[in-house]
Nanobody, 113 residues
Framework: QLQLVESGGELVQPGGSLRLSCAAS????????IGWFRQAPGKEREWVSC????????YYADSMKGRFTISKDRAKNTVYLQMNSLNPEDTAVYYC??????WGQGTQVTVSS
């Protein structure tokens, strides 16, 4: 059974960092690109980043460039999203997805002092 499970979200102060994880089961990440989205309260879900099946290509939304880094650990079948220089506007539930067809349950990131 294909499954994505996010973790790593928590309360962090402005300027802080977090690393989110997206653990995959039921399929091999080597075969698929994975994306991260986020949804803030009262807002549409927005695309954050994605990584190619090989891990050799990565893409970011403009507001995340230079602050977020997506990576893939084949041995752990897990995709990570390293987030630095967080600000309150980054507060949202973060989701990973396979082809926007399969979604995890999300992990809450709250940036607040």
């Amino acid at each position: 059974q294909l499954q994505l499970v996010e973790s790593g979200g928590e309360l962090v102060q402005p300027g802080g960092s977090l690393r989110l994880s997206c653990a995959a089961s039921g399929f091999t990440l080597d075969d698929y690109a994975i994306g991260w989205f986020r949804q803030a309260p009262g807002k549409e879900r927005e695309w954050v980043s994605c990584i190619s099946s090989s891990g050799g290509s990565t893409y970011y939304a403009d507001s995340m460039k230079g602050r977020f880094t997506i990576s893939k650990d084949r041995a752990k079948n897990t995709v990570y999203l390293q987030m630095n220089s967080l600000n309150p506007e980054d507060t949202a539930v973060y989701y990973c997805t396979l082809h926007r067809r399969y979604w995890g349950q999300g992990t809450q990131v709250t940036v607040s002092s």
